[in-house]
């Protein structure tokens, strides 16, 4: 039975003083149209240059595509609302939205755990690497992430949907993060709380250990390596992916593994402005500031030829 009642979510938002309204509408919007850039090249420069054409960058490019998915699903949103002043969405898109970034977000946890285990290969075993890690293994890898993580997610939002949502219709957030929705709920949520929980474990605490594991093997392998440029170079093309990997993890430990006593809900949405707005727009700067493979790429771009002759 469709028990729901509410027609229409109000979204608080960050403020409702005007003035930093528009102030934030503008910084965030120049955030965004870089995000989106950025990360456009990144995924341009992959498919036009074939020194790029390996599987570390198959799965960056597949990672700047999520962060123009996840940014477009709350940003624009979030952009309307500063403009106007106001936060107000139907519940239906409020329930859509929601599935759509909880399942992103969760993808992006899998590919980062998929990304560790291709650097693990690549360092540990070189000479099976190529062999291993086939154009059909690294498809495999990356559907299964996207695949994994939109039904997970779509599992957590039909227990969700099992609700009835009588009131109240405000949730004091930029957007509807499932676990803001989850508190509109008028009965029992422990049994939904479980189930998430027990998701959490497959899409987050999984990939984590897997990618300290991978990690842990690959500094032991580099100690044991005679060349010292070859420590370096092995180094470098992992420190990137570290840095993302804990901007990732530690945004998702200051929203949802805080102790709850004695904590405010509406703070959680000044941390997720950070997760949502900056960290995608810092993931292309970070693998690209240090990476020669890239750099030269650009420089192979009728622009970059110019700038360079």
């Not at 123009?68 to 500063?82: G, R, T, Y």
């Not at 032991?220 to 901007?247: D, E, I, P, Q, Y």
Request: aromatic share 10%.
């Amino acid at each position: 039975m469709n028990h729901t009642t509410i027609t229409q979510v109000i979204l608080i938002g960050l403020t409702s003083h005007r003035t930093t309204q528009i102030a934030l509408f503008v910084v965030i919007l120049i955030a965004y149209l870089i995000t989106m850039v950025s990360n456009l090249l990144i995924i341009m420069l992959v498919q036009w240059d074939s020194r790029l054409h390996t599987p570390m960058y198959f799965f960056l490019s597949n990672l700047s595509g999520l962060e123009m998915c996840f940014v477009s699903s709350i940003v624009p949103q979030m952009l309307a609302h500063l403009l106007v002043g106001s936060g107000r969405i139907s519940f239906h898109r409020c329930i859509a939205q929601m599935y759509i970034t909880c399942s992103l977000g969760c993808t992006e946890g899998l590919l980062l755990g998929a990304m560790a285990y291709d650097r693990y290969l690549a360092i540990c075993y070189p000479l099976l690497y190529a062999r291993v890690m086939s154009r059909d293994r690294c498809s495999l890898l990356a559907v299964a992430s996207w695949a994994g993580a939109f039904s997970l997610s779509g599992l957590i939002t039909a227990c969700i949907l099992q609700l009835p949502f009588c009131g109240p219709n405000r949730i004091n957030h930029f957007s509807c993060e499932f676990i803001m929705v989850l508190k509109l709920g008028c009965a029992d949520t422990h049994f939904i709380e479980v189930i998430i929980f027990v998701v959490c474990i497959f899409i987050l605490v999984i990939p984590l250990f897997a990618i300290l594991a991978s990690y842990g093997l690959i500094i032991m392998s580099v100690l044991h390596m005679s060349s010292g440029a070859g420590r370096n170079k092995a180094f470098s093309t992992c420190t990137s992916h570290l840095l993302v990997v804990t901007m990732f993890y530690a945004c998702l430990i200051a929203l949802y593994m805080r102790v709850q006593s004695g904590r405010d809900p509406g703070n959680d949405k000044y941390v997720a402005i950070f997760y949502v707005v900056f960290t995608p727009l810092l993931n292309p700067v970070i693998y690209t500031l240090r990476n020669k493979e890239v750099h030269a790429a650009l420089r192979m771009l009728p622009w970059g030829r110019g700038a360079t002759g």
